[in-house]
T-cell receptor, first 115, second 115 residues
Framework: AQSVAQPEDQVNVAEGNPLTVKCTYS??????LFWYVQYPNRGLQFLLK??????LVKGSYGFEAEFNKSQTSFHLKKPSALVSDSALYFC?????????????FGGGTRVLVKP | EAGVTQFPSHSVIEKGQTVTLRCDPI?????LYWYRRVMGKEIKFLLH????????ESGMPNNRFLAERTGGTYSTLKVQPAELEDSGVYFC?????????????FGEGSRLTVL
């Protein structure tokens, strides 16, 4: 079984400050990890993924995430948040032992960046 | 290139009625997925088509839900009869990679409200 936890329902940050959105996961095999973002009235957009290789993954819009196997975490980070980063962020995992492309999502974290 | 499109964007129906949601995947994507987010909770997998075949329908909640993908192009998801707990946002996604190391491309979702 695979699962994802996003412990924070909402994260508030001032514009220009660092932004961190937390994600922890559980899988039987090795994880494929993803971050998606949903802007208001829009669909889910892919931000970045970790499949293998370097633990630090860089993605769209200046976001990055660090895979930490010992802590089973994949926190999303941005060094300097923008007001336009205000959105709903979803972490997702797939167990590499699982067939198909079934992703398990976390409950989402709403990010509010204040000017 | 057109993205994943879903119709309708919002549907309001009464309990016991029928609703059909439609998804047009990105052209050439053999893999099509349905997910839903109910009551602001996590996004949950419903099913996965490869072309016209159901690869995995383990997430379908009950027999009131029927998904089809005739001809391996667009897909429909019918809820009959709808219940209050079916309210939520239904997302469709498509991908080209069977092994899913690539990302899923999501539509904007169809919001279903059952009164």
């Amino acid at each position: 079984a695979q699962s994802v936890a996003q412990p924070e329902d909402q994260v508030n940050v001032a514009e220009g400050n660092p932004l961190t959105v937390k994600c922890t996961y559980s899988v039987s095999g090795n994880p494929y990890l993803f971050w998606y973002v949903q802007y208001p009235n829009r669909g889910l957009q892919f931000l970045l993924k970790y499949i293998t290789g370097d633990n630090l993954v860089k993605g769209s819009y200046g976001f990055e995430a660090e895979f930490n196997k010992s802590q089973t975490s994949f926190h999303l980070k941005k060094p300097s948040a923008l007001v336009s980063d205000s959105a709903l962020y979803f972490c997702a995992v797939r167990d590499n032992r699982a067939a198909g492309n079934k992703l398990t999502f976390g409950g989402g974290t709403r990010v509010l960046v204040k000017p | 290139e057109a993205g994943v499109t879903q119709f309708p964007s919002h549907s309001v129906i009464e309990k016991g009625q029928t609703v059909t949601l439609r998804c047009d995947p990105i052209s050439g994507h053999d893999n099509l997925y349905w997910y839903r987010r109910v009551m602001g909770k996590e996004i949950k997998f419903l099913l996965h088509f490869v072309k016209e075949s159901k690869q995995d329908e383990s997430g379908m909640p009950n027999n009131r839900f029927l998904a089809e993908r005739t001809g391996g192009t667009y897909s429909t998801l019918k809820v009959q009869p709808a219940e209050l707990e079916d309210s939520g946002v239904y997302f469709c996604a498509s991908s080209q990679d069977w092994q899913v190391t690539g990302e899923l491309f999501f539509g904007e979702g169809s919001r279903l409200t059952v009164l």
